[in-house]
């Protein structure tokens, strides 16, 4: 697989060769023995236990990004979403020139249509142009965002998987690493913010021009594709993205879903996550989670397939979910409440402070991780 030197650390899922049961034996066998169960449960026992090897996953979609950004980046720009896509990036000449009638409601399978009819190819060209210039421009805020704390609550056994192409995971990883190794990215539908070397077979920023260990120009890598087609299984680097999807998911312990409300036109997609988690029936323990302001029930039905009973839950709030509240540690904090019937307590970050501040809080928990 083609990935940065520091965004993929998957060593742990490469090395392990076991089946999923063996998988999920090992990790019981690191979770609490009799002699370790604390009275009651304390943010002092959740910063010391950091056992669980298995990964937590999370699946970002548009919703993500919004939640992060709800008033725009840096300079106020607005993160668009599939609704208001055509008219926050500026596509009316365009969709006129296709002879697409408003409503845009559901830009992906607009795109697609227009994708497929070659008497549009320069209509798609000057789609994809303006697209790609619109999310480039897209920048972080100097003070923390809800992305730096979702990097910075997850571990490198842990996996990001994003269908955004925006640049904020890539750039709150690379101004993190600094401070402590962020989980495994793969950017199932590319991202303005990366580039690849055809020689080198690495993904590094697109902000550079030629690669940094052979002097090639680099190339960038798609970002715009046909959902209801193959394609983006057909770039090396996406390939190489949901590969890595598939081998996480198959020992995954939480997977969560955050702003992602699996459109009926991704079909490709719903099914290379689907191969990847199997059958619901084999996935008892493992919990769901799912991150919107969609109705309930729609969300649901969405899912129902990747749900086994009632070992799911939707909200409404990042920081309400098992890593919002359980930082570096939703894992375990999954099996304790679960497994062992403790009574837990949420321990979240502090969210409305500096990133000196939030480094000092997590630093005592990055420790811990090291002692084992």
Known sequence: MLSGSYLCSLAKLRENKNTRSESLRA?????????????????????KNANFDRPHIILLGAGASYAAFPNGDRNGNKLPLLRDFVNVIGLE???????????????????????SNPDLIRVKESIDKKVTDYFSNLELPDEPTLYDHLVLSLRPKD?????????????????????????????????VAISRCPACEIVVSRSAIRCH?????????????????????????????WRTLKRAMKIAWVFTVFGYSAPKTDVEAIALLKEGWGSANNRELEQIEIIDIVDEDALIKSWEEFIHTHHY????????????????????????????????????????????????WLRPRINAEKKR
């Open 27 to 47: 990790s019981l066998s690191a979770a609490l023995s009799p002699n370790m169960m604390p009275q009651e449960y304390s943010e002092d026992f959740e910063t």
């Open 93 to 115: 000449k365009e969709m006129k020139e296709a002879k697409v009638s408003p409503p845009y409601k559901d830009f992906e399978s607009i795109y697609s249509a227009i994708h």
């Open 159 to 191: 996996v990001i998987a994003t269908f955004n192409w925006d640049p904020f995971l890539w750039d709150a990883l690379h101004r993190n690493h600094k401070f402590t190794e962020g989980p495994c990215a793969l950017f199932l539908h590319g991202s």
């Open 213 to 241: 260990k052979c002097a090639v120009d680099l190339e960038n890598i798609p970002i715009l594709f046909p959902v209801d087609k193959k394609e983006y299984i057909t770039d090396p680097v996406i390939a190489g993205y």
């Open 313 to 360: 839950s939707v909200l409404d709030d990042f920081y309400k979910s098992f890593v919002g509240e359980h930082p570096r540690r939703s894992c375990e904090a999954y099996w304790n409440q679960n497994m062992e019937c403790m009574f837990i307590e949420p321990y979240p970050m502090p969210h409305n402070v500096q990133f000196n501040e939030l480094y000092d």
